[in-house]
């Protein structure tokens, strides 16, 4: 009898219920058939816990996340909350969890589906076989540097509308050197490859951020081929030849970019899961966080249009990262590569011309039956 994975369950706004209640049939899943206990709690964030509450993310939430093994989330946001103030806006509960866990790695893989090649902007012989991971620095840089806000522009007569708007750039070397640690551990389990981007060339964070890899790599890993790059260099080697990549660490700002970049070349952002770590708990297990990296869809919310798979996909990062299920991370990833491989299709994945999507459920529903005839 293994001990129980404890879940807390935060489908957000928008797709976000849609998306994890497929979610939860994989979890009842895997429950019923691999011996494995999970202990699960259900919960707010987002806009659906200002509703509630008035705030994103209730005290009572943040420390339930605190006491679990992992989060998963869906998505936050959606027209009705735009002009919240930006205090209680869906995505500050997000930041919240992030920051008030500690999760400072973000894992963004990218990895084209042989079935949905074609469906990238760029062509299949590009895109096909494409298996990178974009580890993200999540809790510090110019999403929570400080100063930061808008103010009154004072003494400035040429500044015409008066107001000055403030965002710090702001890395330790600490900050640096954990998440460094985190993309070269992971390297070493796949190609051994890291590529490293900031703009040295314009920020002193940057130039922190190079030396600080380069310390990490010489007197840690010097086993794993460590390059650097500009950031914008690398967005555009994204789109030129994504396959030259292995592992690429970033920071805050421009992993959340190039991770979107990264997401669009496998033809679906419908189709990325992340996870963010932190360091581990007394059990062993790192704190961790598990979403999907698309948002919450307004548009296509509440229509059973929305793809599941980004958040079943992020399910599976949980077993792995979290539980070290690493087969059954492998067994629910092999059945959705055959889902896919028989064509089946949600309407995000669909060309004009393609015949009839499955609704996020049957998706769903699909998806577990091929974990089922796996075994
Ligand atoms: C992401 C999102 C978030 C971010 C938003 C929703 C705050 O874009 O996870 O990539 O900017 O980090
Ligand atoms: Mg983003």
Redesign the pocket.
């Known amino acids: 009898m293994t001990d129980a994975y404890s879940l807390l369950i935060l489908p957000g706004d928008g797709i976000g219920p849609e998306v994890m209640a497929e979610v939860v049939k994989v979890i009842d899943w895997f429950g019923a058939n691999r011996g494995m206990t999970f202990e699960v709690g259900h919960d707010l964030v987002g806009g659906a816990a200002y509703d509630r509450h008035g705030v994103p993310l209730s005290d009572e939430t943040m420390a339930r996340a605190q006491s679990v093994d992992a989060v998963l989330l869906g998505a936050?946001?959606g027209p009705a909350y735009d002009d919240l103030d930006f205090s209680v806006k869906p995505?500050r509960g997000?930041?919240r969890l992030r920051k008030e866990m500690d999760l400072f790695a973000n894992l963004r893989p990218a990895q084209c589906f042989d079935a949905l090649a074609d469906f990238s902007s760029l062509k299949r012989e590009i895109v096909a076989g494409l298996d990178i991971l974009i580890v993200r620095e999540l809790t510090s840089g110019v999403?929570f540097g400080e100063p930061r806000g808008i103010h009154a522009d004072d003494n400035n007569p040429d500044n015409e509308g008066g107001r000055v708007g403030v965002n710090t750039q702001r890395y330790t070397s600490g900050e640096v050197r954990r998440v460094a640690r985190a993309a070269f551990e992971l390297a070493r389990k796949r190609g051994n490859r890291v590529c490293s981007m900031e703009k040295a060339n314009v920020m002193e964070s940057g130039i922190l951020w190079r030396e600080e890899v380069q310390w990490v790599h010489d007197n840690e890993y010097p086993d794993v081929a460590l390059s650097h790059m500009y950031a914008d260099n690398g967005a555009m080697q994204l789109v030129r030849n994504p396959r030259q990549f292995d592992v690429i660490v970033t920071d805050n700002l421009f992993g959340?970019i190039l991770?979107?970049a990264a997401a669009m070349l496998t033809g679906s952002l419908g189709m990325l899961p992340s996870a963010s770590l932190g360091a581990p708990m007394a059990n062993g297990r790192p704190k961790a966080l598990y979403?999907p990296?698309h948002?919450s869809a307004p548009d296509i919310a509440g229509q059973g249009k929305a793809n599941p798979i980004a958040c079943i996909l992020s399910f599976a990062m949980a077993l792995r990262y979290s539980f070290d299920e690493g087969d059954a991370a492998a067994a629910l990833e092999r059945a959705v590569e055959k889902v896919l491989a028989d064509g089946v299709r949600t309407a995000d994945l669909m060309g004009p011309e393609d015949g009839t999507a499955v609704s996020t459920a049957q998706m769903g529903d699909l998806i577990v039956a091929a974990l089922a005839a796996e075994a």
């Open positions: 936050v946001g995505e997000l930041l999403y959340d991770s979107d979403e990296v948002g």
